[in-house]
């Protein structure tokens, strides 16, 4: 049998912490493996711990759920752990800010516990639960704060390869990819996954984000 998915649920206030753990040890295929008040704690137990999937809060007390995330899974985290941001805050500058700390996910503490139950499975299996679609109008409304990286990475990418990442920043799907280059849909997620791992990339959200930060797109 598969190991159950490691879970770290961080969340200051002890009611929510404790219906997210009844809500997710009840799944077969998930697990609890420590709970936290705070970010501090959340990076500290995550390094001894080491779950698969981090449920963070954004506001919390010592160290907040974005600067915890950015610890956890930013640039330069030699082992960065994939985060699921879940808040009371349906504000666009907390999503904007949790994606480029490195988070995997976003959702509203009032979204059905089954929502959140995929979100773990979807953000453990290296995917992102934020629409490519709503990603790019986010970032869009930010671009104008973003600094461009120094290290320009994409200059690795091939033609093809920069076609490829400008339409995913497009929030188009694999199958829209693959209709508008005429190629097939299996042709497309190898050009995606030669586009992360040359960007050095976890997901497509980040790819988007990566896409407007450096002005292939606008």
Known sequence: MTAPLRVLVCDDQALIRAGFTTII?????????????DGRAAVDLAGRLHPDVVVMDVRMPVLDGIEATRLLAGAGVDRPVKVLVVTTFNLDEYVYEALRAGASGFLLKDAPPALLLDGIRTVAAGAALLSP?????????????????????????????????RLIADGRSNQEIAAALVISQETVKTYVSRILTKLDLRDRVQAVVYAYRTGLVS
């Open 25 to 37: 040890d009840a799944q077969p295929d998930l697990e609890v493996v420590g709970e936290c008040g």
């Open 133 to 165: 679609e709503v990603t790019r109008q986010l970032v869009g409304r930010y671009a104008a704060r973003i600094r461009p990286p120094q290290d320009r990475r994409d200059a690795a990418l091939t033609p093809r390869e920069l076609e490829v990442l």
